[in-house]
């Protein structure tokens, strides 16, 4: 079982990597587990054709302790199990306690032992790793980190932030970084930029992702550009990655 936790600068584009892959992934006939750790809760959503699952911590905060996973999870795109963490009402409590408290949740309902996946993408919150959100690599959860960076100086900032910290768990057998991908926004020397960190970190840049319209227009509809069309330049890219994710089990 392949488990991936994606972090990255907030608004990097972490949804659009994470839900791309898992379409990727479920493209190629694989089951996959998509949990989205931010209180926004909206990992999932171009997987759902833009209707929600409800996230575990309202069904929590309601009072609905869900009994099966059906109680918290929706199936999407190419079968992708999605389930959403949420958070706390804005303002009040920790959205790291609600990654926590989801994580052992599903541990008690046997999310892995029924689903049976081949893969799990955890799409997390943080430009830096601490808390509750460090839990998907520090609670052994995840096995490879991707970090999702730009050229841009508060992207890359945060990405070393994140491998950083990860590296910090390394000694305990916890999750490693696994490369970084590149989401170019258009910056001048944009790939020179990131090659240079890369090479400084010792870390492989594992996608080039250029901007792409494509991604807008499908999202849009609710929907990946995996799902969209995949005969395109961008919808390879993901499923190339998939593929290279895999073969380096």
């Known amino acids: 079982m392949l488990k991936i936790a994606v972090y990255g600068k907030g608004g990097i584009g972490k ?20 949990i989205g750790c931010d209180p926004k809760a909206d990992s999932t959503i171009n997987l759902l054709h833009n209707q929600p699952v409800t996230p575990v911590m309202t069904l929590l905060r309601e009072g609905k302790e869900p009994e099966h996973l059906e109680d918290l999870s929706a199936v999407g795109y190419g079968g992708v199990v999605c389930i959403e963490t949420g958070g706390p009402t804005p303002g009040l409590g920790c959205a790291g306690r609600g990654i926590i408290a989801t994580f052992q949740l599903l541990e008690e309902l046997e999310l892995i032992e029924t689903v049976k996946p081949d893969v799990i993408l955890y799409d997390v919150l943080g430009d830096v790793v601490c808390g509750g959100f460090a839990a998907p690599i520090r609670e052994g959860y995840a096995e490879k980190v991707l ?23 390394e000694d305990r057998g916890y999750a490693s ?15 020179s930029k990131v090659e240079a960190f890369a090479a400084r970190c010792g870390l492989p840049i594992v996608a080039d992702l250029p901007r792409s319209d494509a991604i807008n227009r499908f999202e849009d509809c609710g929907m990946t550009v995996v799902e969209g069309d995949q005969t395109l330049d961008i919808a390879q890219k993901f499923i190339a990655l998939s593929e290279r994710l895999e073969g380096e089990r």
Do not use: C, H, W
């Open 15 to 34: 949804s659009t990597v994470t839900s791309n892959l898992a379409a990727a992934f479920a493209s190629r006939g694989k089951k996959v587990i998509q």
């Open 147 to 169: 970090i999702v960076t730009s050229g841009e100086k508060m992207a890359l900032y945060a990405a070393n932030n994140i491998n950083t910290a990860v590296k910090n768990f």
């Open 177 to 191: 970084v696994e490369g970084l991908i590149l989401n170019r926004r258009n910056v001048p020397d944009e790939r």
